[in-house]
C-alpha cells in the first residue's frame, strides 16, 4: 500500500452521506467513492441519490437511498435500512440541509422548527441510531468517524436573512464538541467542517449568478468560491487513517472567511 492510500485510503469503509446527492453532499460522496469507500447516499428524492450513485460507480461501489430527515421516523428508517444491509458503519457525514429567506419583520415560526428538525435534531438523533453500527466499525488505531457539515456563518452573528439557518449551523458546531466528547470512550471522532461559500442548490442563486458570485468571492480572504477538491481534501484527512487521533475540531474551508476582522481599525 502506499503512503498517501494508507493515511487517506478507504478501502474497505462503509459510509453514510446524508443529502449526498447535491452540492457539498456530492462532492463528499465522490471523495469518499474515490478513495475506495462503499458510500450510501441518503435524502429526500431517492431517484437522484440512485442516479447519483449510479455516476458514481465509474469511481468504486455507490448506493442510492430514499431518507426524510425531518422527523424521528424518518431518521429511524434510514438507520434500519443502514442496518438491514451492513454489519457496520466506519463513516456517517451529516450534510442534510434546509433553509428558509424571509426578512426579520415577516420571519415565519414555522422556518424555526423544520430547520431546526433537519439541521440539528435530525444529527443528534441519527448518530444516536446509528452509534451501535459505528461502534462495530471502530478500533482504537482507527475510530469510526461523524463529520457534520457546519457553516462559516455559525461563528459570524450574520442574520442575511435566514436567521434560523445560522441559528441551526452554531448548534451543529456545539453539538459536534457535545458528541466528540460523548462518543471518544466508543473510539468514534466526531468533527464538523465549517464551508464558506460553495457552489450548490442552496447557493445557486449566488453561485449561478455572474455578478453576485464575483462579488462575494471578492469578499474572500483567498479571492474566490470554494471547490470539490477544498470538500475532499477535508473529508479525507477527517476520515482516512490520518484523521484518527483529530475529534471535536471544526475544521473551516472557507478561504480564510472565518478569521475576518470586520471593520476593526
Ligand atoms: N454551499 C455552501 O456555500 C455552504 C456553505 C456553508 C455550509 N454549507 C453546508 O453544506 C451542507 C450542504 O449544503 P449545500 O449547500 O450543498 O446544499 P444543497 O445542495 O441544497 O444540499 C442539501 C441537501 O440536503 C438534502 N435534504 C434536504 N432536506 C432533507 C430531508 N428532510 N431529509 C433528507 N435530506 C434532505 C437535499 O436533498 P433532497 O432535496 O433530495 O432531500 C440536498 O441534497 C449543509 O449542511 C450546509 O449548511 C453549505
Given at each position: 500500500m502506499s503512503f498517501l492510500d494508507d493515511i487517506f485510503g478507504l478501502k474497505g469503509k462503509v459510509a453514510l452521506v446524508t443529502g449526498?446527492?447535491?452540492g457539498i453532499g456530492r462532492m463528499a460522496s465522490e471523495a469518499l467513492v474515490r478513495a475506495g469507500a462503499k458510500v450510501y447516499i441518503a435524502s429526500r428524492k431517492a431517484d437522484a441519490c440512485k442516479a447519483v450513485a449510479e455516476e458514481l460507480s465509474a469511481f468504486g461501489e455507490a448506493i442510492g437511498l430514499g431518507a426524510d430527515l425531518s422527523s424521528e421516523s424518518g431518521v429511524l428508517q434510514l438507520s434500519q435500512s443502514i442496518a438491514a444491509h451492513e454489519d457496520k458503519l466506519d463513516i456517517q457525514i451529516n450534510n442534510a440541509v434546509i433553509t428558509c429567506g424571509a426578512s426579520y419583520g415577516s420571519f415565519p415560526w414555522e422556518s424555526w422548527d423544520n430547520i431546526m428538525s433537519v439541521n440539528v435534531s435530525a444529527v443528534f438523533s441519527l448518530t444516536q441510531a446509528l452509534t451501535p453500527l459505528l461502534e462495530k466499525a471502530a478500533t482504537e488505531e482507527i475510530p469510526a468517524r461523524v463529520v457534520n457539515v457546519g457553516s462559516?456563518?455559525?461563528?459570524?452573528?450574520?442574520?442575511?436573512?435566514a436567521y434560523s439557518y445560522a441559528a441551526s449551523k452554531a448548534a451543529v458546531h456545539h453539538l459536534t464538541q457535545i458528541l466528540s466528547n460523548e462518543l471518544a470512550g466508543k473510539q468514534i471522532t466526531v468533527n464538523a467542517i465549517a464551508p464558506g461559500p460553495f457552489p450548490s442548490r442552496m447557493m445557486a442563486f449566488v453561485t449561478e449568478n455572474e455578478a453576485a458570485a464575483k462579488m462575494v468571492a471578492g469578499g474572500i480572504p483567498l479571492g474566490r468560491l470554494g471547490m470539490p477538491s477544498d470538500i475532499a481534501g477535508a473529508i479525507l484527512f477527517l476520515c482516512?487513517?490520518?484523521?484518527?487521533?483529530?475529534?471535536?475540531a471544526i475544521l473551516p474551508v472557507d478561504g480564510g472567511g472565518h478569521c475576518q476582522a470586520h471593520g476593526m481599525f
Open positions: 449526498g446527492a447535491t462559516v456563518v455559525a461563528n459570524q452573528p450574520i442574520g442575511n436573512n482516512g487513517k490520518g484523521g484518527s487521533y483529530t475529534t471535536g
